[in-house]
């Protein structure tokens, strides 16, 4: 009998599970709901030629060699290490903030205080979080510790989040570090590059597979149903045979049955201009005055050659509402949400058939190489449960 599987999403989740066991024999079927493959990884060229990522800024950067390894069948890639400006008291300085930012935003004298103290706290060329600076008794360290607080933190996630900074959970803020040095990547990881010739091409090579059948425009929630009695999916009215890989939002296979998990979102604001740049850096945050979070120039990124053109990218935090055609993007992490999460992943352990992978299905702040991760994971538990072999 031929052996079969279901995917539901085609962001890096679904796709790389998709791609794994396709490549083991299984008759791939898969469903997304976009017009398009790659997830909020998407990327398109505008009338002006220039590419962009529909959904905002993605960098690729990870310590995961075999992750890296997978993703290299499928593309080439170039070096690239991407930087962040964050407008700070009229001033552009790095961010992560680092020695040059203090450089730029004190007097010398203070400067010279502050790194040495920072570099006697924390040694040379390294990376704390805002956190680690605060349990410092120094009460210069603690001063710098406020000023990154107030500066880059507070209103920026206030911003993105719609709470209160003390209201957020740690492992958000601690994305971005303070780094005791001059380094100014924003990620420190060992690999650090960006398929050649963009994402949406990378999603191509990966999908292109004989035994993956694409559907696009496919709203799961018209095309499959749980059935409780029988602990199976059902497609199409008809039981289905084989691993269910889900993909999309936990909450919503289950008709919210529980209560909808909360989200932000982002409104995302396209600008085109005909000059060849407008920025000198790919990104540049705006952690106070503006209503926006940042602002990407994509040329930047893409390193695409566009005379007399450019493209730049505005986004606007906003809050998620179920139900409407807003796209959730990013998980609120809280001990009740988590709750809630779990509470629904009981409910989805009463079908045997039905996997969750990625940042919508496991209501997690997953970077790329992350899922990417966890879908290799994924495939590797399908292929080692004898039912489906
Ligand atoms: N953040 C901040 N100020 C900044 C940059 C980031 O307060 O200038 C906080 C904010 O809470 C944000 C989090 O750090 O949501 C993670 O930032 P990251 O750049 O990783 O966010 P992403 O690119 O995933 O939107």
Redesign the pocket.
């Known amino acids: 009998m031929k052996k079969q599987a279901l995917i539901i999403g085609l962001g890096f989740a679904g796709s790389v599970v998709a791609r794994i066991l396709a490549d083991a024999g299984f008759e791939v079927i898969t469903l997304e709901k976009r017009p398009h493959i790659g997830g909020n990884m998407f990327e398109y060229e505008r009338c002006n030629g220039v590419r962009v990522h529909l959904y905002?800024?993605h960098i690729f950067h990870t310590n995961n060699e075999a992750v890296y390894s997978f993703l290299n069948r499928f593309s080439g890639f170039y070096p690239y290490s991407h930087r962040v400006i964050?407008r700070i008291d009229g001033q552009l300085v790095p961010?992560p903030f680092n020695f040059t930012s203090i450089d730029k935003l004190f007097p010398e004298d203070k400067a010279t205080l502050y790194k040495s103290k920072l570099t006697k706290a924390f040694g040379s060329d390294c990376r704390v979080t805002i956190s680690d600076l605060f349990n410092t008794q120094d009460s210069d360290i603690r001063d710098i510790a406020n000023f990154v607080h107030q500066k880059?933190?507070l209103n920026?996630?206030a911003k993105?989040?719609g709470v209160p900074f003390s209201e957020?959970d740690s492992s958000?803020?601690s994305?971005?570090p303070v780094v005791i040095g001059n380094d100014d990547r924003y990620f420190s990881d060992e690999i650090q590059m960006m398929p050649l010739l963009g994402f949406t091409d990378l999603f191509e090579h990966i999908l292109n597979h004989p035994k993956i059948a694409i559907n696009l425009n496919s709203e799961s929630n018209r095309r499959i149903q749980l059935h409780p009695e029988s602990g199976k999916v059902l497609l199409d009215g008809i039981p289905f045979n084989g691993p269910v890989c889900y993909t999309g939002p936990i909450d919503e296979l289950f008709d919210y049955s529980l209560g909808a998990l909360p989200y932000r979102t982002t409104d995302f604001v396209f600008e085109d201009y005909d000059v060849n740049c407008l920025q000198c850096t790919p990104v540049i945050?705006y952690?106070n005055e503006e209503e926006y979070t940042r602002i990407t120039e994509f040329k930047h990124i893409t390193l695409q050659e566009v005379p007399g053109k450019t493209t730049i990218l505005k986004e606007y935090p906003m809050a998620y509402h179920f139900g409407s055609n807003m796209i959730p993007m990013?998980p609120i992490h809280n001990p009740e949400n988590r709750q809630k999460y779990d509470d629904y992943l009981e409910l989805g352990g009463n079908y045997s058939d039905l996997f969750f992978c990625g940042r919508l299905a496991e209501y997690k702040y997953y970077n790329m190489d992350a899922v990417v991760a966890r879908a290799m994971q994924v495939a590797d538990i399908i292929l080692a449960t004898p039912k489906y072999d």
Do not use: E
């Open positions: 905002g800024p964050g961010i880059v933190f920026y996630s993105q989040w957020l958000v803020t994305r971005v945050n952690p990013y």
